[in-house]
C-alpha cells in the first residue's frame, strides 16, 4: 500500500518515545510511543478527554514531559523537546518553533485585532530584518527584507484564497476563514511539520473536503509532515497515512486506516464494547 | 436622534438646508440649559430674597450664557450635519469598530487632498488665535501658545504618515517645513513680545507628557502590559540628572544621554519579576515598583535630600550658561551675545531642545509599528501563547517593549528636572501615573496623535481655564466618563497599517 511505502523509506520527523505527562494525580499520557515519518500525514484520535491535546501540547513545547523523550529528527540533527523547555527566565517553548513545528489550535489563536496580513508578518519574524536602528531609519535594506515578507504572506493568502482579505482585521473574518488564516500563519514559520489541532471543527461539508485537500497540497507542494487531531472521521480516514489512536492517555491502537478501522480495541473506545466482549 | 432625522433631510432633499428645523433644535437646547442651569447660577439667595442676576460672574459658568453658547453650538452642528462633508464627518465619527485599517495609506493620493484642507484650516485657526490675542480677548500668550500647538499637531500628523519605498509621500516637504516654523517661531514670538516665559514653560510641560505618553503607549498601548508604576522611570531620568550633577559634576547634555541607559536598565530590572505575570497582577506589582521608587527617593535623605529635593543644573549652550553670573570658568549666554540679561533664554532654549528631540522620538516611535518589534508587541498584547507557537521570544520582547518605555520615560525625566530647577520626590507620585495613563486611555491606546492631542489637553487645558481650576479634577473625571461611554477607544482610533499587494521588487 501506499501509505505502507512512505512508512517503510521515510525516516521519522518525530518520534515520541514513552511520553507520560502528569497533573498532580491525574495521568493524562500514559506511556505513549509513536513515530511521524516525514512527508506522512498521521492522525492523532481518540473519544473526548483521551489526552490527544495534551501529547500535542508536550511536543510543541506548552507543557513539559513528566518523563520520557521527545525528538525531532531533522537528517543528522535531533533535537529533544525536553531538552529545549529547560531554559531559565524563557521556559524556551519558542525554541520548539525554531526547530521547525508549527501548531495551530483547537480554539482558534489569531491576533485579532491585527490583520490578516500582519498576523502573516508576525509569524516571520525569523525572516525579518529585525534590527532596532535600520527599522527606525527605515534603511534600504529593512525595506527590502520587508517587502520580501510581504509578499511571502501574500503567497500564502492567493494559496489560502484570502488575498482579498489582507488588510482587513483577522478578528473579522468568517470563522472558516479564520481556520485557513491560521494554518496560513503557521506555515509562514516554514515549519518541517505542522500540528493542526482539530482542523475541521466547526467547518460546513464543502468547507471540510476543501481542507483534506489543502492539507494534501501542504505535503504534496510545501514538503511538509502534517501531524493532526481531528474528529472527524470521514476526513481522518480519507487523508491519513497513519493513525494512532488514544484512550484514557494511552496508545490502544496504531496503524495505517485499515488496520485501525477494523481494530476491535479502536471499535470497543468509540461505540463503546458489551461485558462479553471483553 | 435627531442627527439621524437631519440625515435623512439630506437624503431626500439633497439640495436646501433646512435652517428652520436648525434654528427650532437650538432654540429648544439653548432654553432647556437656561432652564436647568439657570437657577443654580443665575439666582443669588441674599438674606431673605432671591436676587436674579443674568450677567453673573465669571461669564462662562453663567447659566443663561451656557445657554447662549449651547443653543449656537446645537445650530452649528445641525447645520454642519447637512452639509456633504459634515455628513462623511459624523459617518467616521460614528462608526463604532475598535480598530479600523489605514487605507489612508493604500491611497497616497487621496492622502494628498487632505492636506491642502487641513494646512488651510491650521493657518485659519491661527489667524483667529492670533487676532483673539492681539485684541486682548485671550491672554496673549495663550493665543500664540496654542498657535505652537496647532503647528505641533499638524508637524506630528505629518511624521506619522510612513515613508514607502517607490510612493511619493507628499508631506516629504511639509514636515521638514512645519519642524523649521515650530523650531524658528517661538525664538520670534519671544523676541516680539507676545510669548512670555510662563507660556514656554507650560508648552515645554506639556511636550514633556508627550513624551510621556507615547513611553507609556509603548507598554500599554502596544504591549498591553498595563503599568501603574510608570513615573518610576520619569524619577529615574529626572534625579539622574539631580544627583549626577550635584555628585558627579555631570551636566545635562550628559544626563540626557546617558539618562535614558539607566532608566533602561530599570525598565530592565522592573521587566524580570513581571515576566509571568499578566492584567491586573502586573498592574499591582508594577502600582509597588513605583511607590518604591519614591519612598526611596523620600526616605534616603543623606543621599537625594528626600522630601527636600535637588537643584537640578540648567542646559548650557556650547558651555555657555543661561544664569545671570555664571559660575567659575565659564561665560553666561548673554554677554557672550553683548544681549541683556533675561530669563526667557533658558526657558526658550529648553523649549526648542524639547520640541527637536520630540520630533526626532516621534519619527522613531511611529515607525515602531512598522517594523517587526512593533508587531511583536502587538501580537503579544493579542494572544501570549499563539506568539510563542510562532517562535517569538516572547521574553524578549517584553522586555524590549518595558525598556523602551522606559527610555522615554527618562529623557522625559531629565527635561522635566532642568525645566524646574528643582526636584523633589512629591512630583512622582501616583497620581502622576494615573494622569499619564489617562492622557494613554483618553488619546487612543496605540494611536501617536490621539496621545499627543490628549497630552497637550490635559496639561495646556488647566493653565488655560484657571478661573475652574476648582473643578480640575471633577471635570477631568467627567470627561474620563463620558469618554469611556461614547469613545472607548480613545479620541483617535488605533489605525492598523496596511500593505497594498505585491509590491514592486527593488532593483
Given amino acids: ?278 | 436622534m435627531t442627527t439621524a432625522r437631519a440625515l435623512d433631510a439630506i437624503q431626500t432633499q439633497s439640495t436646501g438646508i433646512d435652517f428652520l428645523h436648525s434654528l427650532k433644535e437650538a432654540s429648544i437646547a439653548g432654553i432647556l440649559t437656561m432652564v436647568v442651569l439657570g437657577p443654580i447660577t443665575n439666582l443669588v439667595l441674599d438674606q431673605y430674597d432671591f436676587h436674579f442676576y443674568p450677567l453673573r460672574e465669571p461669564i462662562l459658568v453663567n447659566g443663561i450664557m451656557l445657554g447662549f453658547v449651547v443653543a449656537l453650538g446645537r445650530l452649528f452642528f445641525s447645520l454642519l450635519v447637512q452639509t456633504r462633508s459634515g455628513h462623511d464627518l459624523m459617518q467616521r465619527i460614528g462608526r463604532h469598530s475598535a480598530v479600523s485599517t489605514d487605507t489612508d495609506h493604500d491611497r497616497p493620493r487621496r492622502k494628498k487632498r487632505h492636506i491642502v484642507p487641513a494646512l488651510t484650516l491650521s493657518l485659519l485657526a491661527s489667524a483667529i488665535l492670533a487676532t483673539l490675542g492681539l485684541t486682548g480677548a485671550i491672554h496673549k500668550g495663550a493665543a500664540f501658545a496654542l498657535i505652537l500647538v496647532v503647528l505641533f499637531v499638524w508637524l506630528s500628523y505629518g511624521i506619522s504618515v510612513p515613508k514607502r519605498r517607490g510612493e511619493p509621500n507628499s508631506w516629504r516637504i511639509s514636515v521638514p517645513l512645519l519642524f523649521a516654523a515650530g523650531f524658528l517661531l517661538p525664538i520670534v514670538l519671544n523676541q516680539a513680545g507676545l510669548l512670555p516665559k510662563v507660556w514656554l514653560s507650560n508648552l515645554t510641560l506639556a511636550l514633556i507628557y508627550v513624551l510621556l505618553g507615547l513611553g507609556l503607549n509603548i507598554v500599554v498601548g502596544m504591549a498591553g502590559l498595563l503599568d501603574l508604576g510608570y513615573v518610576a522611570f520619569y524619577a529615574v531620568g529626572a534625579y539622574f540628572l539631580a544627583l549626577g550633577a550635584q555628585y558627579l559634576e555631570m551636566g545635562f547634555w550628559t544626563a540626557l544621554v546617558l539618562a535614558p541607559l539607566l532608566a533602561a536598565a530599570s525598565g530592565a530590572i522592573l521587566g524580570f519579576p513581571v515576566l509571568r505575570m499578566h492584567g491586573d497582577y502586573l498592574a499591582i506589582v508594577t502600582l509597588g515598583f513605583g511607590e518604591i521608587i519614591r519612598l526611596v527617593l523620600t526616605n534616603w535623605v543623606d543621599f537625594t535630600g528626600g522630601p527636600n529635593g535637588m537643584p537640578a543644573p540648567a542646559p548650557t549652550f556650547f558651555g555657555l550658561e543661561f544664569s545671570r553670573r555664571a559660575s567659575e570658568g565659564h561665560e553666561p549666554f548673554h554677554t557672550f551675545f553683548n544681549l541683556p540679561y533675561s530669563g526667557d533664554y533658558k526657558a526658550l532654549f529648553i523649549y526648542l531642545i524639547l520640541f527637536a528631540i520630540v520630533a526626532i522620538m516621534l519619527r522613531f516611535l511611529n515607525r515602531l509599528r512598522y517594523m517587526p518589534i512593533g508587531r511583536s508587541w502587538e501580537a503579544l498584547r493579542e494572544d501570549e501563547v499563539a506568539c510563542r507557537s510562532l517562535g517569538i521570544n516572547h521574553v524578549n520582547v517584553k522586555l524590549s517593549a518595558f525598556m523602551l518605555g522606559a527610555v522615554t520615560g527618562g529623557v522625559a525625566g531629565v527635561f522635566f528636572a532642568t525645566y524646574q530647577g528643582f526636584i523633589n520626590p512629591s512630583s512622582f507620585n501616583f497620581f502622576e501615573s494615573v494622569l499619564i495613563l489617562s492622557i494613554v486611555v483618553l488619546g487612543g491606546m496605540g494611536s501617536t496623535l490621539g496621545i499627543i492631542i490628549a497630552a497637550l489637553a490635559l496639561t495646556l487645558l488647566p493653565e488655560l481655564l484657571r478661573d475652574f481650576a476648582a473643578y480640575r479634577v471633577l471635570i477631568f473625571g467627567l470627561l474620563m466618563i463620558m469618554m469611556m461611554i461614547w469613545r472607548p477607544y480613545g479620541l483617535i482610533r488605533p489605525r492598523r497599517p496596511t500593505f497594498p499587494a505585491r509590491v514592486p521588487h527593488a532593483q
Fill in chain 1, 1 to 278: 500500500m501506499h501509505s505502507d511505502a512512505i512508512r517503510n523509506e521515510a525516516p521519522a520527523i518525530l518520534k515520541v518515545q514513552s511520553l507520560t505527562r502528569r497533573f498532580g494525580g491525574i495521568v493524562a499520557n500514559d506511556d505513549i510511543s509513536f513515530d511521524v515519518a516525514k512527508g506522512s500525514i498521521t492522525a492523532l484520535i481518540g473519544p473526548n478527554g483521551a489526552g490527544k491535546t495534551t501529547v500535542f501540547n508536550c511536543i510543541t513545547g506548552f507543557y513539559r514531559a513528566s518523563s520520557g523523550q521527545i525528538l525531532i529528527c531533522n537528517g543528522s540533527d535531533t533535537v529533544e523537546v525536553g531538552a529545549l523547555l529547560r531554559r531559565p527566565f524563557t521556559g524556551g517553548s519558542y525554541l520548539v518553533a525554531r526547530a521547525g513545528v508549527a501548531r495551530t489550535f483547537q480554539n482558534i489563536r489569531l491576533f485579532k485585532d491585527m490583520t490578516v496580513l500582519e498576523n502573516l508578518l508576525v509569524a516571520q519574524h525569523q525572516h525579518t530584518d529585525n534590527n532596532l536602528f535600520r527599522g527606525m531609519m527605515a534603511s534600504d535594506r529593512f525595506l527590502k527584507q520587508e517587502n520580501e515578507t510581504v509578499e511571502r504572506a501574500y503567497h500564502w493568502l492567493d494559496i489560502m484564497d484570502l488575498s482579498d482579505y489582507a488588510n482587513r482585521l483577522a478578528g473579522e473574518l468568517a470563522y472558516g476563514r479564520q481556520r485557513r488564516l491560521e494554518i496560513a500563519r503557521s506555515m509562514c514559520t516554514s515549519p518541517r511539520l505542522i500540528c493542526l489541532d482539530e482542523p475541521a471543527a466547526g467547518l460546513n461539508p464543502r468547507e471540510t473536503e476543501q481542507l483534506s485537500e489543502l492539507i494534501m497540497a501542504l505535503r504534496r507542494e510545501h514538503g511538509v509532515t502534517v501531524l493532526l487531531i481531528e474528529h472527524d472521521m470521514g476526513l481522518v480516514m480519507d487523508i491519513s497515512d497513519h493513525i494512532v489512536v488514544l484512550d484514557y492517555g494511552r496508545v490502544i491502537a496504531s496503524g495505517d486506516v485499515e488496520s485501525v478501522r477494523n481494530s476491535p480495541a479502536v471499535i470497543a473506545a468509540y461505540l463503546g464494547a458489551d461485558e462479553a466482549s471483553q
